[in-house]
């Protein structure tokens, strides 16, 4: 009777158990629907940073259009935003997993083996990302690696690991999904009081709406004034655009206020020129509405006024050409930048002097900047020394 009984206690135990992890925090049905989100917000994330490191280190086959003017703007907008949302999801996906992470024995055939191992990159591979991004939004670097190498890498190990656990969990995900809800129309708090499904999906969900709503309005507009945990506001820096390298942390202050400042224009059908800056006033002045964009996802809409690239490329007889913009600033790797023949023969591609109806802040670039459309803002070269016509 005592060993009946026992195995009677033990099996509604297991029972219990098993009724909790179906119904409660730990529900297939959860684990199923939380890992489709990350993997729709990690896919979203991994494609828009392949684009925006193709547009930064373009390989020969890739050309980016100058147009639309606002594309790049949405794209690491969004970016930015999914891996922001993602956190939350990751966190209760953990909090739902976790009891099946210590599973004994570690795997039960050879497709589950291959689950398991891709878990290892997969998890690691996206906190990391998702950690490191975000110090990298508030450009607070704590280590010693260079940011965009390893985000690039680690970006593609994860999004590997994340295939194979796909196609391995594919087959249970579905069939957690496509059955009945296991608690019924009007799910209840589990055996031992703990959440409910449903109430565990709407904490994850209601962390990645919150998280973005305080957060998106860093490049959406009408939101900013909700952007509470963003390190930047689009409206807010000199001449109303935030800044992020100053002219002091480019040590160009001397170069840039020198009354002798000249741009060097090399490549010309002639001799290289060294223009003023009344110079340049001279050639014509265009305005443009364009966007600045930043890799860190925070963007804003100013009025530029400068001279048209195309304008000074038809000066010194190079129409339709590409060009190479250098900056006063030497050290770094964001001294330069290039154009293509599209991009400088785009109308609004200036080497502007003017932002928001006066002369650039030296923070801005003073005295002159490239600005262009559909660019990222290390792109857009501040305190401009230099233009080389290929």
């Known amino acids: 009777m005592t060993g009946t009984s026992g195995r009677s206690a033990t099996k509604t135990v297991s029972d219990t158990e098993n009724v909790a992890d179906l119904t409660g925090v730990h529900s297939e049905r959860n684990a199923a629907w939380l890992g489709i989100c990350l993997g729709v917000a990690f896919g979203i994330c991994f494609l828009t940073g392949l684009l925006s490191h193709l547009i930064q280190h373009p390989p020969g086959w890739f050309t980016w259009p100058a147009r639309p003017a606002g594309l790049y703007r949405v794209t690491q907008g969004l970016h930015v935003a999914t891996g922001i949302a993602a956190i939350p999801l990751l966190l209760v996906k953990l909090w739902t997993v976790y009891p099946k992470l210590f599973h004994w024995p570690p795997f039960d055939d050879a497709v589950h083996a291959l689950e398991r191992v891709s878990l290892l990159p997969l998890i690691s591979g996206a906190i990391f990302l998702l950690v490191s991004g975000t110090q990298n939004i508030f450009h607070w670097y704590p280590w010693h690696f260079f940011f965009p190498v390893a985000h690039w890498w680690a970006a593609w190990i994860t999004v590997g690991a994340l ?25 209840q708090p589990g055996p031992d009081g703990s959440l409910s499904r449903r109430a565990v999906l709407r904490m994850a969900f209601g962390g990645a709406g919150l998280l973005t709503l305080v957060t998106l309005g860093e490049t959406f507009g009408p939101l900013r004034h909700l952007d509470l945990l963003s390190p930047r506001r689009p409206d807010i820096g000199p001449q109303g655009l935030p800044v992020n390298r100053s002219a002091e942390e480019a040590g160009i202050m001397a170069a840039a206020t020198d009354p002798a400042y000249r741009l060097v224009v090399e490549g010309g059908a002639g001799r290289p020129l060294s223009l003023s800056v009344g110079d340049l006033r001279a050639l014509g002045l265009h305005t443009a509405v364009l966007p600045i964009a930043c890799v860190e996802g925070w963007s804003g809409q100013a009025v530029w006024r400068g001279v048209r690239v195309r304008d000074l490329l038809a000066h010194v007889g190079r129409p339709g050409t590409a060009v190479q913009v250098g900056s006063l600033e030497t050290s770094g790797i964001y001294t330069g930048s290039s ?37 990222p803002g290390v792109q857009q070269t501040k305190w401009v020394g230099k233009v080389v016509i290929q």
Not at 163 to 187: E, F, L, N, S, Y
């Open 163 to 187: 295939i194979v656990h796909i196609g391995a969990k594919a087959t249970q995900a579905r069939r957690a999904i496509a059955g009945p809800a296991p608690d019924g129309p009007h799910p």
């Open 339 to 375: 154009l293509t023949p599209a991009q400088a023969a785009d109308p609004d591609t200036l080497l502007a002097l003017e932002v928001n109806g006066s002369p650039l802040h030296i923070q801005h670039g003073y005295p002159v900047r490239l600005i262009g459309p559909n660019r």
